[in-house]
Nanobody, 126 residues
Framework: QVQLQESGPGLVKPSQTLSLTCTVSGDSITSKYYYYGWLRQPPGKRLEWMGAIAGDGTTYYSPSLKSLTSISRDTLKNQFSLQLSSVTPEDTAVYYC??????????????????RGQGTQVTVSS
């Protein structure tokens, strides 16, 4: 069974870049059957899809975050990473890395991500 684990700082200052890494075990991030994505849930708000990377390395981003977001991967370590630049306090949220449902093409729908890490709280504050 696939397992995902987020890692990264829990506190980021405004205007800085948030960087998180997801370590995946039990499956390869190069699999053509899944998307690996980043989701977040601000306090009191819905779960939001931020972006994803496909097995062939193609990346997809939420239009509202596209200019600020970058997703990359290290296939040797079976990890993928998120960078969110110019953060503000509104970026305070629990961040999750996740794997989509088998064969799903609805990679923008957060409900399609059936496996998630436990989540990591990121607070943006000076």
């Amino acid at each position: 069974q696939v397992q995902l684990q987020e890692s990264g700082p829990g506190l980021v200052k405004p205007s800085q870049t948030l960087s998180l890494t997801c370590t995946v075990s039990g499956d390869s991030i190069t699999s053509k059957y899944y998307y690996y994505g980043w989701l977040r849930q601000p306090p009191g708000k819905r779960l939001e899809w931020m972006g994803a990377i496909a097995g062939d390395g193609t990346t997809y981003y939420s239009p509202s975050l596209k200019s600020l977001t970058s997703i990359s991967r290290d296939t040797l370590k079976n990890q993928f990473s998120l960078q969110l630049s110019s953060v503000t306090p509104e970026d305070t949220a629990v961040y999750y890395c996740a794997r989509s449902r088998y064969g799903s093409s609805s990679y923008r729908d957060p409900n399609e991500y059936h496996y998630r890490g436990q989540g990591t709280q990121v607070t943006v504050s000076s």
